[in-house]
């Protein structure tokens, strides 16, 4: 391959983010003596993809979404309860979860030494840092790239053209961005010119045109190696 320099984003592409949210938010619930099943793991998750999206597009502010998902989420289920407390505590309890996706370690293992490595997150900088320690993954990174530190988020151009002002390879032909996310990996890369592969497991559909698409780890490995 011609890379020397992987930008790999976290939550669904190395980080098993689904099983952290949702054992985050059973905690939560357990703590307060709140009703939680599957179907309000559901209305929460809706509205913090809808809050982060938002967040995206640069129609708020990242510091909205932490209370603001929970006020939209706890309207929708018809639950009683103060959001701002509810918030904090998902906050230090997500922290705490390590999961990975399976085979993610293997494939860093398997890429570290070969490629410059870096991770690219819109997520929250503290919590972030203390999942990739948490569940072994930060050995294999040069460096981690929040949107906090940053200053801007995927996918607009400051972001990526922040983190290739503080790696070594400056070269962009010479990078791939890989992720699970369309609306801010991809679309983040195509706007930045720079090479992306979307990590796609459920082998969805979409328009944009991503340069390479995967649908597993050993599909990802196969094609850097």
Same mark, same amino acid.
């Given at each position: 391959?011609?890379?020397?320099?992987?930008?790999?984003d976290?939550?669904?592409?190395?980080?098993? %983010?689904?099983? *952290?949210?949702?054992?985050a938010?059973? #905690?939560? $619930?357990l703590?307060?003596?709140?009703? %939680?099943?599957?179907?309000?793991? +559901?209305?929460y998750? *809706? *509205?913090?993809?809808? %809050?982060? @999206?938002? $967040?995206?597009?640069?129609?708020?502010k /990242?510091?909205?979404?932490y209370?603001g998902? !929970? #006020?939209? %989420?706890?309207?929708?289920? /018809?639950?009683?309860?103060?959001p701002?407390?509810? *918030?904090?505590k998902y906050?230090n309890?997500?922290?705490? @979860?390590f999961?990975?996706?399976?085979g993610?370690?293997e494939?860093? &293992?398997?890429?570290?030494?070969?490629?410059n490595?870096?991770?690219?997150?819109?997520?929250n900088? &503290?919590?972030?840092?203390?999942?990739?320690?948490?569940?072994?993954l930060?050995?294999?990174?040069k460096?981690?790239?929040? +949107?906090?530190?940053?200053?801007?988020?995927?996918?607009?151009?400051?972001?990526?053209? !922040?983190?290739?002002n503080?790696?070594?390879? /400056?070269? &962009?032909?010479k990078?791939?961005?890989?992720?699970?996310?369309l609306?801010?990996?991809?679309l983040?890369?195509?706007?930045?010119?720079?090479?992306?592969?979307w990590?796609n497991? @459920?082998? @969805?559909?979409?328009?944009? /045109?991503?340069?390479?698409?995967? =649908?597993?780890?050993?599909?990802?490995? =196969?094609?850097?190696q």
């Amino acid at each position: 391959m011609k890379y020397t320099t992987l930008l790999f984003d976290s939550d669904d592409t190395l980080l098993d %983010f689904f099983t *952290a949210e949702y054992k985050a938010l059973e #905690k939560c $619930f357990l703590e307060f003596n709140l009703p %939680f099943n599957s179907q309000i793991h +559901s209305l929460y998750n *809706a *509205a913090n993809k809808e %809050f982060w @999206q938002a $967040f995206e597009r640069k129609e708020i502010k /990242k510091q909205e979404i932490y209370v603001g998902r !929970f #006020k939209v %989420f706890l309207e929708r289920a /018809k639950i009683n309860f103060n959001p701002e407390i509810l *918030a904090n505590k998902y906050e230090n309890n997500l922290s705490l @979860q390590f999961y990975t996706l399976p085979g993610a370690e293997e494939l860093l &293992k398997s890429l570290y030494q070969k490629y410059n490595l870096y991770v690219i997150t819109n997520g929250n900088h &503290k919590i972030q840092k203390s999942r990739l320690n948490g569940s072994g993954l930060m050995p294999y990174f040069k460096g981690v790239f929040t +949107s906090e530190q940053v200053g801007s988020q995927k996918p607009q151009k400051s972001f990526f053209n !922040f983190v290739l002002n503080n790696i070594t390879e /400056k070269n &962009k032909s010479k990078i791939l961005i890989i992720g699970d996310s369309l609306t801010s990996d991809i679309l983040g890369g195509i706007n930045s010119g720079i090479d992306t592969c979307w990590y796609n497991p @459920q082998k @969805q559909s979409t328009s944009l /045109k991503p340069t390479y698409i995967v =649908n597993s780890f050993s599909e990802l490995k =196969n094609l850097l190696q």
